[in-house]
């Protein structure tokens, strides 16, 4: 089915299950790029070296 024709309760439902798991630092990745945490470079490394999950 084409995502683009689906209503968006359709849509939804299309997009999260197929999704892998929340990674670990889920809540760091996202407070880091809303701009509420500002990790040292070190957790930045460390943030950047996991799978991107974050993304549909």
């Given at each position: 089915?084409?995502?683009?024709?689906?209503?968006?309760?359709?849509?939804?439902?299309?997009?999260?299950?197929e999704m892998p798991p929340q990674p670990a630092n889920y809540e760091k990745?996202?407070?880091t790029n809303l701009g509420?945490?500002?990790?040292d470079d070190e957790e930045a490394f460390?943030?950047?070296l996991g799978p991107n999950n974050?993304?549909?």
């Open positions: 089915m084409n995502a683009l024709s689906m209503d968006e309760e359709s849509f939804v439902e299309f997009i999260v299950s990745i996202i407070a509420r945490k500002s990790p460390a943030l950047e974050c993304a549909a």
